[in-house]
């Protein structure tokens, strides 16, 4: 599974467009890129998932890039709800959920 | 729709005793986890379970731990004996199955704190 690198901190007016980026520049053609968040105090929340193409959902945007080695996740209106540390976790397509190993996350800030 | 149910949410023990975390694993799902988390090490796997039998406890600690899932709708992770060092937010989560677009939805979690 792809090595992700997230940094650690971000903040983002509230209201605004958060994006958060992740580089993963060893993935292969068949690892999927995971999003979750975790608010402080509880348990993770799966957020987003992608393969090639960008997608997108009630919660959020993913933009993988062409060449598959960086994304970016958007949260289009940040509300102070969403200020939590966002994890980019890579999953080979051919590994399990046991393989979902979570780094250190960016911690998302949202300010009034 | 009831989400993964962990209990207790909150357990303080003194060094030595059994601790027993429990989690009840979303209707359907067939794969169930536990994690552990701690500042210094973060969120890391401890093992986890599909159709009720364990499939990698490569993160199980050591043996004092131990966990066991005697049918679908129930998971125990025990510790016995505890320690200080096994203070930490201990998570249940739980999945359809273990293929890699099966997403895992997380309990609200138990924090210990062993004295």
């Known amino acids: 599974d792809a090595k992700t690198t997230q940094p650690p901190s971000m903040d983002c007016a509230e209201g605004r467009a958060a994006n958060l980026p992740c580089n993963h520049s060893?993935?292969?053609?068949?690892?999927?890129v995971y999003w979750y968040r975790q608010i402080h105090s509880q348990g993770p929340q799966y957020i987003i998932h992608?393969?090639?193409n960008n997608e997108t959902n009630e919660m959020a945007s993913l933009i993988i890039t062409e060449d598959r080695k960086s994304s970016t996740l958007i949260l289009p209106h940040a509300t102070l709800r969403d200020t939590a540390v966002y994890y980019c976790?890579?999953?080979?397509?051919?590994?399990?959920?046991?393989?979902?190993?979570f780094g250190k996350g960016t911690k998302l800030s949202v300010k009034p | 729709d009831a989400g993964v149910i962990q209990s207790p949410r909150h357990e303080v023990t003194e060094m030595g005793q059994e601790v027993t975390l429990r989690c009840k694993p979303i209707?359907?799902?067939?794969?169930l986890f536990w994690y552990r988390q701690t500042m210094m090490r973060g969120l890391e796997l401890l093992i986890y379970?599909?159709?009720?039998?364990?499939?990698?406890d490569s993160g199980m600690p050591e043996d004092r731990f131990s966990a066991k899932m005697p049918n679908a709708s129930f998971s125990t992770l025990k510790i016995q004996p505890s320690e200080p060092r096994d203070s930490a937010v201990y998570f249940c989560?739980?999945?359809?199955?273990?293929?890699?677009?099966?997403?895992?939805?997380f309990g609200p979690g138990t924090r210990l704190t062993v004295l």
């Open positions: 989560a739980s999945s359809f199955g273990l293929a890699v677009t099966d997403t895992q939805y």
């Open positions: 060893t993935i292969s053609g068949n690892e999927y």
């Open positions: 992608g393969l090639k």
């Open positions: 976790i890579g999953l080979n397509y051919g590994g399990s959920q046991g393989n979902l190993i």
């Open positions: 209707s359907g799902h067939n794969s």
């Open positions: 379970f599909n159709n009720n039998v364990p499939i990698d």
